[in-house]
């Protein structure tokens, strides 16, 4: 969709996820006159791929709990649980901002978008045993909406889920709905369920739909955003790549771009994700090694070139340069294709990671930012570049299922023929099926087996963290996610470094205003989302995190940008 030639905004948006969407219906909201331009021909960034979990302590669900602490309490614990777990990087003042506003931008959210979220009562932070840490009070799910009542040219122009969170090649899966979906052979009522949203699908279809509109997850965000900022008279472009920030003096005053030039009386809020975003940037913070980006690069300017001219300053200074999630790739001959990101299967009874000699190198079931640099470190001087095989067996595979491969009756004759999922009869065929040495996958088996028997991993304490037992089988003893590989035959998945969000940002204060090398803002520039540093510095400590303070930021950089303080935005 083309731009004009020259126009001018009250304030330019860059980037289309939750937090430049956000930031822009924020805006809208004080009365500004805002655009919103994407470099993709799509709507919604990394957002649209997402589950769309949110980190928000202090949320409206928490609050009804009849053991929730005060407001003041939980602001402290919840600050605590970032410190203790953000090591030598964490921005406490931002921090604090973002745990004070949160609650404001959920509420705000709900309001001039629609949209609802519900208390993950399972979702707990991911360093349990820190000072601070919680279970099922701070992270929250947007729940399944019907967008049958959106613009239907802009409902084609959002970015669709990745394929293999859809089924019938439009069918979103809610996170809410997967055990609906695991258990569809298995439980009259999710059977009842799924057929539901099957038959609402067919509708959608022969209305004419070019996908399911009961739209969940980041999905759901990014449509419901989109579709408030159009209500109120605002406008997204795609195909707008920026090529460089317009300035005046100090200040930035718009963005220019092949398509022209756009300019800003209060200025631009960069929301266009962080240097993963770039192709290029992508390749210098993971390496050369084989890697699955999740979402894919773009052909657009590199962040650091883009606001080279401003003076402003990068945080270079994080534990870890991106949001690392292990990842496969399903074949496109696959119905459900493309990337997966392997979040919870790894830490289930009867599975295993073993490297290219054969052998496990890590608690499988860590979380999986960390699970990754252990894979790098272990495997990453191999010929293949860091790789890893995730390993199960039949009894194993037919209960929990693997990766994209549900439980019974998932059908796993497709993946087979595909290639995508390797099988033996025994360890020692499955090792010559995936090239590793059949004594040391018979070895590490065998090994692992006795581990699982006593209920005690001596190589790697799995199963010692309450986060690794949470995604386990808790009917399952004596440990809920040490079981053995026993029954045949047994299966495979080749699993790589992935990403999910960079850490590599500009440096902002807490007004999400940018910062140049001597700490003074950028007159007219803010950033939010994975274009920021996040107030962890390179650690993930929590789902939703990155949503969480996507949004957050977006609201208070919109605020901030409109000259009026997010705390009178925030008051009734």
Not at 99 to 114: C, Q, S, V
Not at 152 to 171: D, H
Not at 338 to 345: A, S
Not at 353 to 372: K, M, S, W
């Amino acid at each position: 969709m083309g731009a004009p030639v020259s126009d001018t905004f009250d304030l330019v948006v860059v980037g289309s996820g939750a937090a430049g969407l956000t930031a822009a219906l924020a805006a809208l909201d004080q009365g500004m006159r805002v655009v919103v331009v994407e470099a993709d021909v799509l709507i919604g960034g990394a957002t649209a791929l997402s589950e769309g979990m949110i980190w928000v302590p202090n949320n409206p669900d928490a609050l009804t709990l009849e053991d929730a602490p005060s407001t003041d309490t939980e602001e402290e614990a919840a600050l605590t649980y970032l410190r203790a777990t953000s090591g030598n990087f964490f921005d406490q003042e931002r921090a604090r901002t973002y745990i004070r506003m949160a609650p404001r931008t959920l509420a705000f959210a709900e309001k001039a978008a629609g949209l609802r979220f519900a208390l993950n009562r399972y979702s707990r932070d991911y360093n349990p045993e820190a000072e601070g840490a919680t279970l099922g009070r701070r992270a929250l799910n947007p729940l399944p909406a019907s967008m049958r009542g959106m613009d239907r040219k802009l409902f084609g122009r959002l970015r669709q889920p990745l394929g293999t969170t859809m089924v019938l090649k439009g069918l979103s899966i809610a996170s809410q709905d997967a055990g609906d979906y695991l258990n569809f052979g298995r439980s009259p009522a999710a059977f009842a369920r799924v057929s539901s949203h099957v038959l609402r699908y067919a509708a959608d279809r022969l209305a004419g739909w070019p996908r399911g509109t009961r739209l969940a997850n980041g999905n759901v965000i990014v449509a419901q955003l989109a579709e408030g900022i159009r209500l109120k008279g605002g406008s997204i472009l795609t195909e707008w790549p920026v090529e460089r920030l317009l300035r005046r003096g100090d200040g930035v005053t718009g963005v220019a771009g092949r398509q022209g030039e756009i300019h800003a009386k209060k200025g631009v809020i960069l929301a266009s994700g962080g240097f993963n975003a770039s192709h290029a940037s992508r390749a210098m913070l993971v390496g050369s090694h084989s890697h699955v980006a999740i979402p894919a690069e773009s052909d657009i300017r590199p962040l650091d070139e883009l606001v080279a001219e401003t003076g402003a300053a990068l945080a270079r200074d994080v534990s870890q340069p991106v949001l690392w999630a292990p990842a496969s790739v399903v074949p496109s001959s696959i119905e459900r294709s493309g990337p997966w990101p392997h979040f919870g299967d790894r830490a289930k009874p009867g599975v295993i990671c073993l490297g290219p000699d054969g052998t496990r190198f890590a608690n499988e079931a860590q979380i999986y930012h960390d699970f990754v640099p252990a894979m790098i470190a272990a495997t990453g001087a191999h010929p293949e570049g860091a790789h890893c095989w995730i390993i199960t067996d039949h009894r194993s595979m037919r209960r929990y299922g693997l990766g994209p491969i549900g439980p019974f009756p998932a059908r796993l004759g497709p993946y087979l023929r595909a290639g995508y999922l390797k099988t033996g009869r025994t360890p020692d065929d499955l090792a010559k099926a995936i090239n590793l040495p059949p004594r040391a996958v018979r070895d590490s088996i065998a090994r692992f087996n006795g581990f699982a028997k006593a209920g005690k991993d001596s190589d790697f304490g799995r199963g010692e963290s309450a986060y690794d037992r949470g995604n386990g089988d808790s009917s399952h003893s004596p440990n809920p996610t040490l079981g053995a590989l026993e029954q045949a035959p047994f299966y495979a998945i080749r699993i790589v470094p992935g990403d999910i969000g960079c850490f590599l940002g500009l440096r902002v204060d807490s007004n999400a205003r940018v910062l140049d090398g001597n700490g003074s803002v950028v007159p007219g520039l803010w950033a939010a989302g994975s274009a920021a540093a996040p107030v962890t510095g390179g650690t993930y400590p929590a789902a939703g995190l990155t949503i969480g303070q996507a949004m957050t930021f977006g609201y208070v950089a919109a605020c901030d940008a409109c000259s009026e303080s997010p705390e009178v935005r925030a008051r009734p």
